[in-house]
C-alpha cells in the first residue's frame, strides 16, 4: 500500500501488537518460556481462547515502563512508515497490574514510546482505557474509575474489549456512565464474536459513539439502518476477522457492503502480529478487494480522523 496515502486506525491493543520477536527478546530476559504461543518466530493458536492466551502470555512480559515505552514507540513508528499520521491505541490496566506495573507507571511508559514516535516521525496518538469483559463487570468498572480519574493528558477514551460472549452488556453500562461523565469518548467491542443482537445491546445501554467491529450488524439490515441514522463509527477490522474465522476471505467480508449502505466505516489492525495485519495491510486488503483509489481510501482516513477521539485543534490540524 502506497505510503502517500495518509492513514489512521482507532483500534489497535498495545498488548496485541508486540512482534514474537520483541516479546521472545523479553521472554528471554526475564527468563520466562514462551514455547506455548510462540513457536518458529510466530504466534500459535487456533480460536479465539487460545487467541486469548496468547495476548496474555506476551502482556505479561511487558514489566517496566521502559518495556511499555519500546512496544508503543516500536509500533508507531512502524505504521508511521506505511503512511498512519494518527492512531488510538487501546491500554488495559488490568495487564499491566498482573504483569506487576502501577496504572501510572505503564501509563507513563506509554506515554514515553508515544513522545519518542512523534518526535522521530511526527505521528500522533491517543489511548483509551479498556476494561475486560470476561475479568466481570466490577473490574471493568474500576478500570473506568481509573480513566475516569484523567490519569493522563493521552488518555482521551474509555472501552471494553474481551470475551463478548461474557455476561451481559447491561452488566457494563454503569462503568461507561463513569467514563462518559468524565468527559471521555466512548466506544464498545460488539459484533465481532457475537451477532446483531449484541450490537442491538451495546446501542441500547452504552449508547457509543463507535463500535469496536460492529461487522456483524451486516446481518441485519434494520441494524443498518440504525448505525447509519445515529451515525455510529465502525471501528472495522477485517484482517482480523479473516484471522478468526468469521469470513471464509475478503470477498465475503461485508466492509463494501456496509460503506455502500452508508455506514461510516474505518480501517484498523486490531492485534497485528497475531493477525497477519497491519494498518496498511488493510488499506491493502479492501483496495485489492474492491478497487478503491485514493480518494476512497482518504476517505476513511478522514472518517477515522472525524471520530477520533483527540482534542478540535489537533483534529483541525490532521484533518
Ligand atoms: N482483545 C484483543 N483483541 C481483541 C479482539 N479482537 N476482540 C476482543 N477483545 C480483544
Ligand atoms: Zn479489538
Not at 514489566?63 to 499520521?85: C, F, H, K, V
Not at 518526535?119 to 474500576?142: F, N, P, Q, Y
Not at 455476561?167 to 465481532?192: M, N, P, Q, Y
Not at 494498518?279 to 478503491?292: C, F, I, N, R, T
Amino acid at each position: 500500500m502506497s505510503t502517500t496515502v495518509k492513514k489512521a486506525e482507532l483500534h489497535c491493543h498495545i498488548e496485541g501488537a508486540a512482534p514474537p520477536a520483541l516479546v521472545e527478546a523479553q521472554a528471554a530476559r526475564y527468563g520466562v518460556d514462551v514455547s506455548g504461543f510462540i513457536s518458529n518466530g510466530a504466534y500459535v493458536w487456533s480460536n479465539f481462547t487460545e487467541f486469548l492466551t496468547a495476548y496474555d502470555g506476551a502482556a505479561g512480559l511487558f514489566r517496566s515502563q521502559a518495556d511499555y515505552a519500546l512496544l508503543a514507540r516500536s509500533y508507531l513508528e512502524g505504521i508511521a512508515a506505511q503512511g498512519a499520521i494518527y492512531a488510538e491505541i487501546f491500554v488495559s490496566p488490568d495487564h499491566a497490574v498482573a504483569a506487576g506495573l502501577t496504572p501510572a507507571a505503564y501509563f507513563d511508559g506509554l506515554a514515553d514510546g508515544i513522545a519518542a514516535a512523534r518526535s522521530s516521525t511526527g505521528i500522533e496518538c491517543r489511548m483509551i482505557i479498556v476494561g475486560i469483559r470476561h475479568l466481570g463487570a466490577d473490574k471493568v468498572e474500576a478500570a473506568a474509575r481509573i480513566a475516569a480519574s484523567r490519569p493522563h493528558p493521552l488518555i482521551t477514551g474509555f472501552g471494553m474489549a474481551g470475551d463478548e460472549r461474557f455476561g451481559k452488556v447491561a452488566d457494563f453500562a454503569r462503568a461507561f456512565d463513569i467514563a462518559r461523565d468524565a468527559g471521555l469518548g466512548i466506544t464498545i467491542h460488539a459484533g465481532e464474536l457475537c451477532g446483531p443482537e449484541s450490537v442491538r445491546d451495546a446501542l441500547d445501554h452504552v449508547h457509543p459513539s463507535r463500535l469496536g467491529h460492529g461487522v456483524r450488524a451486516a446481518e441485519d439490515p434494520d441494524l443498518v439502518s440504525r448505525i447509519v441514522d445515529e451515525g455510529v463509527v465502525l471501528e472495522l477490522c477485517p484482517g482480523s476477522n479473516l484471522a478468526l474465522g468469521l469470513y471464509p476471505d475478503i470477498s465475503h467480508h461485508p466492509f463494501d457492503q456496509l460503506r455502500r449502505a452508508g455506514v461510516r466505516v474505518t480501517l484498523n489492525s486490531d492485534d497485528p502480529p497475531h493477525f497477519g495485519s497491519s494498518v496498511g495491510h488493510e488499506y491493502q486488503l479492501v483496495a485489492d478487494a474492491w478497487g478503491y483509489d485514493a480518494a476512497d481510501l482518504t476517505g476513511f482516513t478522514r472518517t477515522s480522523l472525524e471520530a477520533a477521539f483527540v482534542e478540535e485543534p489537533l483534529r483541525a490540524i490532521l484533518l
